[in-house]
């Protein structure tokens, strides 16, 4: 079963994956309102009320801003690991017991064909994870609010088709920026978010003979820009000598525009 994905939206104005694999199909957080997920659906033109399930990483907004909305809609199942459960259960409003369910840190879920394995990031949520795809032979990563990459994910992150990669901020950028100290502090932290270059560094760690696509994801809008990020991604990956073309391609990502349907 071919697995097809989109990034619907991403950034800190809003988060949102969708994944398909024959019947099953899943979305990966929902951090825009109810009304902007439909229009990205639309766009993708795809059906939310054919979603098995959103798959929750963590219960900072611009993740589950429109969780609440869209599993009341379309009456989903939501998934979480219990400690995020804890702190987002009020903010997603009225759910009945029965869509709730618990996703735990490193483990495996399958639906039909496609397995879903949940993996631990470094981030200031309660106990935030990301989720790798695996269907027909293929494996697709995500990977986004993260301070860092440890040994320990890159090693559950390594060789997969495709990956969609945070490449937050470029560290010049920050410093120089408007941003208050503090929160420059958190950014650039273990438990912030991942730079262009460490996102690099990380890439030619994990890039296989498989990997054909990585997209650059949750650009912060103040500190970043998709072609300082693409060109930053690019130089360190050419200087570790992993030209990007002749097996892999980078691609952006959009806060507002889901990027196309495609195949893994
Ligand atoms: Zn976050
Ligand atoms: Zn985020």
Avoid at 60 to 81: C, E, F, Q, T
Avoid at 85 to 91: P, R, T
Wanted: glycine letters at 8%; a negative charge.
């Amino acid at each position: 079963m071919s697995m097809q994905f989109s990034v619907l939206a991403s950034g800190s104005t809003g988060n949102a994956i969708y994944v398909e694999a024959g019947e099953q199909a899943f979305l990966v957080d929902a951090g825009l309102s109810g009304k902007q997920m439909d229009k990205l659906f639309q766009q993708i033109d795809r059906d939310p009320a054919k979603l098995n399930g959103i798959l929750v990483t963590h219960e900072h907004k611009d993740h589950i801003h429109g969780v609440g909305v869209m599993a009341r809609k379309y009456n989903l199942p939501v998934y979480a690991n219990e400690r995020t459960w804890k702190v987002m259960d009020q903010q997603l409003g009225k759910l009945a017991t029965d869509q709730k369910f618990i996703f735990e840190m490193e483990t495996v879920k399958s639906f039909g064909g496609l397995e879903i394995e949940s993996f631990g990031v470094s981030h200031d949520a309660v106990e935030p994870m990301f989720y790798i795809f695996r269907s027909g032979g293929k494996k697709l990563v995500l990977i986004t609010d993260t301070g860092y990459v440890s040994d320990r994910m890159k090693g559950l992150i390594s060789n997969a088709d495709m990956y969609v990669f945070e490449s937050n901020h470029d560290v010049q950028m920050l410093r120089m920026g408007r941003y208050p100290w503090n929160i420059k502090r958190r950014i650039l932290s273990d438990v912030g978010h991942v730079s262009n270059e460490d996102a690099a560094l990380a890439m030619c760690d994990v890039i296989g003979d498989q990997t054909k696509r990585i997209y650059l994801a949750h650009l912060s809008l103040d500190n970043n820009m998709k072609d300082l990020a693409r060109m930053s991604v690019k130089q360190t990956l050419e200087s570790k000598d992993m030209p990007i073309g002749d097996q892999f391609e980078l691609f952006d990502t959009d806060p507002y525009t889901p990027t196309v349907l495609t195949a893994v």
